[in-house]
């Protein structure tokens, strides 16, 4: 089992289409989370960190719930530009896990 | 601002020939990381170097040797190519172990 896991997708939305993301992880210890965006054939890069009380910026949301081992992204009145493919992270001790993505499609 | 560079950006090798990738941030990080990246794998950590002037093994460091040689950069070689060792790799690095890390562009390499 993979320490992160995630839905792969594709998740094929219209414009202004309100969308969520669950990923799960496997090491209760596990002391931070993030989300990150990867574009086709880029690098990852950092989209938002994700705290216990639950962060927005902007359009996006990030939940955090430890006791079911989950964390969640919404993504609300979903643009084009959001079509890329999400990636959860955990921070176990002093290392990045990475899950393998959930891809998004905004359509017009 | 370079943040973290990458070279190559594209190299094609031969089964058994040598490369080094290089990487370089000018963040001040203490931290650097390299990860390759397959399909359906996600990123794999290979090594990191936590601090200049160590270094240790990730999830996938057999085939790979590293060197930090200074705060600035840290290379990744492959002494002997495989097929297998065929991916996008990745370079990282962020100012201590907790932090998200900040990536460069990647290296694409093809073994043949």
């Known amino acids: 089992r993979k320490e992160v896991e995630q839905d792969p997708g594709p998740f094929n939305v219209p414009e202004g289409a309100t969308v969520a993301f669950n990923c799960t992880y496997s090491n209760s210890a596990s002391q931070s989370f993030f989300w990150y965006r990867q574009d086709c054939r880029k690098e990852p890069k950092l989209l938002m960190s994700?705290?216990?009380s639950g962060n927005e910026d902007g359009r996006f949301t990030a939940q955090l719930n430890r006791a079911s081992q989950y964390i969640s992204l919404l993504i609300r009145d979903s643009k084009l530009s959001d079509s890329a493919t999400y990636l959860c992270?955990?921070?176990?001790?002093?290392?990045?896990?990475f899950g393998t993505g959930t891809r998004l499609q905004v359509f017009p | 601002n370079a943040g973290v560079t990458q070279t190559p950006k594209f190299q094609v090798l031969k089964t058994g020939q040598s490369m080094t990738l290089q990487c370089a941030q000018d963040m001040n990080h203490n931290s650097m990381y390299w990860y390759r990246q397959d399909p359906g794998m996600g990123l794999r950590l290979i090594y990191y170097?936590?601090?200049?002037?160590?270094?240790d093994k990730g999830e996938v460091p057999n085939g790979y040797n590293v060197s930090r040689l200074n705060k600035r950069e840290f290379s990744l070689r492959l002494e002997s190519a495989a097929p297998s060792q065929t991916s996008v790799y990745f370079c990282a690095s962020c100012q201590s172990l907790n932090q998200p890390q900040h990536f460069g562009d990647g290296t694409r390499l093809s073994i043949l």
């Open positions: 994700v705290y216990s």
């Open positions: 170097s936590a601090s200049e002037g160590t270094t």
């Open positions: 992270v955990a921070l176990n001790t002093d290392k990045l896990i």
